[in-house]
């Protein structure tokens, strides 16, 4: 039987998961003796003979799962004139929630560093699956879902909810378990705040470049952040898992998919140092995405079925991962004491406010016992700090006060790197330390995520 070289251009592929997918079921279908997925073009070359698949045939087939075949290369403009439109609304809905809830101290609850309570990795877990890990492990349970429905089959919908509640329980065991081993691995290294900083601010970047491979940038799509292909094909072959206990399996492996929002709670993990911490760390990030995931577990929920849906969902799940990114790196810039956008938008000029205590915030110098020092008096309050400005003398100790007005989040965290070595955590009404500028130069004080609008400190001679 005679056999020859086609090739089809596909339209809804966003990321590396969509070449190792279309591979793994076109290798399957009658008539298909070789086949390759290049996300770069967007396109699916195959060696087939006369009863291999037309173009018809792959549209039916792979609808459901959002792509759509043609003989003609597919544009770069792969989002429609509705879909943007309905983005623009959307994100302009979004940022007035964001500067809402950021105002009220609720975002705090999202920001995730080695301090953080599990609820804000349950917070992060949410936005995950609100985003990457519907359209990733989504995307792979739906992929699996008629193997399991044909498997575990039949009028009983018990026996047909099984394979899902096995996926979902895989998942959270082995987050939790290969979270435990993270946390051990980081126990051998002494992480400082700087190396964690710089380490999500390179989590960030990738982040971003799966965004922009979800907006079919054509340049981010050169570089591809997965396993080694022969793994990936092993794993996502139904061939082997198809065993009644394979979708626990398949579940437990999902830790290992490369979502932006996964990996930056494994990073944070990493650097715990503590394999019970950075355990928990992990199933309440696994937990945080659960219920996504049982919907569309269970209700086969297809984001990507509609052409109009799809271009919108991943659009605006392209920049929302873009933006998170660059918020994140922002945020870490802070940490390492290094200009970062805030430092171009106007401050709130803060004038010392009279306290009950007879306080003033800011830096008054005092004397005792013929020594001379600085009383600086700072406040915390909510998801910020205040003043916004200070301006110290190098060489002249500095006696600390921090007064706590209901700090939330990371801001009971709060680093003052430069200035002051340790992490000076706010637990009781009153926090004092002691240090001395050592140096000329401007510094920030801020939390140990860079996440709290920082206070601007100019040490002078």
Not at 271 to 283: A, R
């Amino acid at each position: 039987m005679s056999k020859r070289t086609c090739t089809f251009y596909v339209s809804g592929m966003h990321c590396a998961a969509c070449e190792i997918l279309l591979e793994k079921k076109i290798q399957n279908l009658k008539g298909v003796h070789h086949v390759h997925a290049s996300l770069i073009d967007k396109k699916i070359e195959m060696m087939i003979d006369s009863s291999g698949p037309r173009t018809e045939d792959l549209n039916k087939q792979f609808a459901d799962l959002g792509y759509s075949f043609s003989v003609q290369p597919v544009g770069q403009a792969t989002f429609s004139l509705q879909s943007v439109v309905s983005v623009l609304f959307i994100s302009i809905a979004f940022a007035v929630v964001f500067f809402i809830l950021n105002d009220s101290g609720i975002l705090a609850n999202a920001a995730v560093s080695t301090e953080s309570s599990y609820l804000a990795f349950f917070v992060l877990g949410v936005i995950a699956s609100l985003s990457t890990c519907a359209a990733l492990v989504g995307g792979l349970i739906l992929s699996l879902s008629k193997q399991w429905n044909t498997l575990y089959g039949g009028v009983d919908a018990n026996e047909r909810a099984k394979p899902f509640f096995m996926f979902n329980i895989g998942r959270l065991i082995s987050y939790g378990v290969l979270g435990a081993v993270i946390g051990y691995i980081g126990s051998f290294f002494t992480i400082s705040l700087q190396f964690t900083a710089t380490l999500i601010i390179m989590v960030s970047v990738i982040m971003i470049w799966l965004g922009l491979q979800m907006l079919g940038v054509r340049f981010a799509k050169k570089v591809t952040f997965a396993l080694p292909g022969f793994i990936s094909s092993y794993i996502s072959d139904e061939k082997h898992f198809q065993g009644r206990y394979m979708p626990f399996l398949m579940g437990a492996l999902t830790f290992f998919i490369p979502c932006g929002f996964t990996l930056m709670a494994q990073t944070v993990a990493l650097t715990t140092g503590n394999p019970v911490q950075s355990m928990l760390m992990m199933v309440s990030f696994a937990l945080g995405t659960l219920p996504v995931l049982a919907v569309i577990s269970f209700s086969s929920m297809k984001l990507q079925k509609s052409a109009q849906y799809a271009g919108t969902f991943n659009l605006l799940v392209g920049l929302f991962i873009i933006g998170f990114g660059f918020y994140n790196i922002n945020s870490q810039l802070n940490v390492l004491g290094m200009k970062n956008a805030t430092d171009f938008v106007p401050k709130k000029m803060v004038e010392y406010v009279p306290l009950p205590q007879e306080e003033r915030l800011g830096v008054i110098m005092k004397t005792e016992n013929g020594t001379s020092y600085q009383q600086l008096t700072l406040k915390a309050e909510g998801f910020g700090y205040l003043p916004r400005e200070v301006t110290l003398k190098v060489g002249i100790p500095v006696r600390l006060k921090v007064l706590n007005t209901n700090v939330v989040g990371c801001a009971q965290a709060m680093y003052l790197p430069g200035l002051y070595d340790k992490v000076l955590y706010l637990t009781g009404t009153e926090t004092e330390a002691e240090f001395t500028p050592q140096q000329t130069g401007t510094f920030k004080i801020s939390c140990t995520m860079g996440m709290v609008p920082p206070i601007v400190v100019t040490v002078e001679s």
